[in-house]
């Protein structure tokens, strides 16, 4: 535990979305991680740091690893990250987070819920559990204002399940029902929440109501 | 006997402008809002989004001292500033936590201090004396409880026990103000205000709102300003629920009246 401060290097930076952006990063010294975890990010010498939950799969071959930054108008450090060129180096504090991550031993169903920019830690759990379950089942439901922001949408359209904003209503109780019921109902069904906070205090509610085991549901804010 | 325990407030503190340096009372005087003076004041960037701790660590490190009408914000190396208080002026529309919220601009002398100390556009607001903000419907009771710039509820109440319960499990051991709470109560068991309903402190009943679910402020050594990884690993561990990581309880009250150091607290 207490992880250091290391360099690492952006090997790859390119758009995944509207407004998120992808760092393929490789630290210095590799540190074996669990998917949902996140580092802390800062450039070099600044003491301004903020956190970005790993997006890429602890399975995934290579010492590298993946973050979708979204772009925050007149945030300090969203902006940097954004204008780093490829080769540039930062600086980087982890893996940390111990209340978000996926057990490698969890072969029973998941469902993954997510809205904007929280789909990050979503996607790791996602990678991790289709590595190990190949055919394990998995509801993987994002709200988003239209496709254009969901990170890597045109790789996982097929597999999300999804509610557009700009043009459909909200996620609600209703509509978990259909893809969420049933599996909430299943006492080896674990639950994975990010987004916003009213977000997770909604879906929180919604999953406990459709019957979720108080013990399997998770969730994390970045505020 | 029902409500015979050794539990009393060992601490009150409020924190007038939010995520700055908080103050320790004896007693505290209770209006609609919480704590007197608590959360009056916030902090808020060109664009009008609140900024805290979270994205300012070094915001600790603002003394907050409060002079009948308006509050000194001091810093090492700075000269200090006395902010009378505006009644009128530019109004701004901001969010606390998705909860709107409109401030009055305490002016430019604040503006120039702030934004020199942080090193970004700042500004300081004061809640607009016409407006209330309602703690959020779903956590409201029928008394309609309004908040000040708080994160959602009136209070914040942790139990010396949780801490050291904490602290047990820490290499480094952490002093109470990681968690910013307003009333600290001494005697009793780790963690037994998750299970309170009703208390009542002084002539004040209060209800168990919420858990208080934690974030990166609590990794800031409200000395130094210096954002570190503990608490919030240990808590991680073991305080993970599934709206988050929890410490302490956030409190809404029935009416008002004073909260002082050593009161006795009963369980209703
Ligand atoms: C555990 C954890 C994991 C995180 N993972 C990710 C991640 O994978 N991807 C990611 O993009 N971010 C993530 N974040 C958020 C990230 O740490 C920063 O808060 C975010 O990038 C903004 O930083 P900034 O310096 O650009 O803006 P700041 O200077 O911190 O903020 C500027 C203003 O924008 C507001 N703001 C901050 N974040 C948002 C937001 N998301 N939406 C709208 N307004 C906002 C702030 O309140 C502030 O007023 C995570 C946070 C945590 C705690």
Known sequence: ?223 | MEGLNNLRVSEVNIYPVKSCAGIALTSGRVVDTGFEHDREWMIVDGEGNFITQRQHPKLALVSVILFPGGVRLAAEGRSPLDVPILIEGTRIQTEVWESPCIGIDQGESVESWLTDFMGRQARLIRMAPDFKRPVKEKYQSEKKEVVGFADGFPFLLISEASLEDLNSRLAEKLPMNRFRPNIVVAGGTPYQEDAWQKIKIGDVVLRAAKPCSRCEITTVDQATGEKGIEPLETLGTYRTKPKGIMFGQNLAHEGPGTIAVGDPVELL
């Open chain 1, 1 to 223: 535990m207490n992880p250091s401060w290391q360099k690492a290097k952006i090997v790859k930076s390119a758009p995944a979305s509207f407004d998120i952006r992808s760092l393929v990063l490789k630290p210095e010294s590799y540190i074996p991680y669990r998917a949902g975890q996140h580092y802390e990010l800062r450039m070099p010498g600044s003491d301004i740091s903020r956190k970005y939950s790993i997006a890429s799969s602890p399975y995934e071959p290579g010492d590298s690893l993946e973050f979708g930054v979204q772009l925050i108008r007149n945030g300090v450090l969203s902006p940097q990250l954004w204008g780093l060129a490829e080769g540039s180096e930062i600086e980087i504090r982890g893996p940390l987070g111990e209340s978000f991550v996926w057990d490698a031993d969890a072969s029973g169903p998941l469902v993954l819920l997510g809205a904007g920019s929280g789909i990050t830690p979503l996607l790791s759990i996602y990678r991790a559990y289709r590595f190990k379950y190949p055919h394990g089942t998995c509801a993987f439901v994002m709200s988003a204002k239209d496709a254009s922001r969901i990170m890597h949408y045109d790789a996982l359209k097929d597999i999300l399940i999804t509610r557009f904003t700009a043009t459909e209503e909200r996620i609600d109780l209703g509509f978990l029902k259909d893809p969420v019921g049933a599996l909430a109902k299943n006492p080896q069904a674990l639950f994975y929440i990010c987004g916003p906070d009213g977000f997770i205090d909604e879906m929180v509610d919604n999953v406990l109501e459709l019957g979720a085991l108080e013990a399997n549901v998770k969730s994390e804010k970045f505020t």
